[in-house]
């Protein structure tokens, strides 16, 4: 079944955020596909306030690769950013595998850069930017 959700503008952000995580369930292994600037690291922002993450503690894993959070109930989250990584061993070396049999929600920017080591349960998201500056999220399950 196929799912979309329209973001207007910065002020639809947390709703769209909210109306994401309830209709994607229990996936666990989320990848934003994008090109830059569509605004992958954003919304990943307000899904982390909607999981109560403190705010101060969400930034751009562009030069860190990876960023953990805590969720408003001490669950372990993961944000990564695979925009720097030339080669699938870059992201082994980091113990992305680890990473994503924890268990815990892991959001992935720039998974083009590591396709072939993405699991089959990963659900891919993409994110188009319409020349009114809306951005559509789109995705199947």
């Known amino acids: 079944m196929k799912h979309e959700i329209v973001i207007k503008d910065l002020q639809d952000l ?6 994401f995580l309830k209709k994607i369930g229990d996936r666990r292994i989320i990848a934003f596909y994008a090109p830059m600037g569509a605004g ?14 403190r705010e101060d503690a969400v ?3 562009s030069f860190a690769i990876i960023n953990a959070y805590k ?11 695979f ?3 030339s080669k699938v061993s870059e992201a082994l070396d980091i113990g992305f595998c680890d990473y994503i049999d924890s268990g815990a929600l892991c959001i992935i920017e720039w998974p083009e ?14 994110i188009r930017v319409h020349p009114d500056e809306s951005r559509t999220l789109s995705w199947e399950i």
Do not use: W
């Open 14 to 19: 947390d709703k769209a955020a909210e109306v």
């Open 40 to 53: 992958k690291t954003t919304f990943t922002t307000a899904i982390c306030r909607q999981l109560g993450v």
């Open 59 to 61: 930034s751009s894993p």
């Open 71 to 81: 969720t408003g109930s001490g669950a372990p989250m993961y944000h990564f950013d």
């Open 83 to 85: 925009y720097r990584i």
């Open 113 to 126: 850069n590591i396709e072939e080591i993405l699991p089959e349960e990963t659900l891919r998201v993409s």
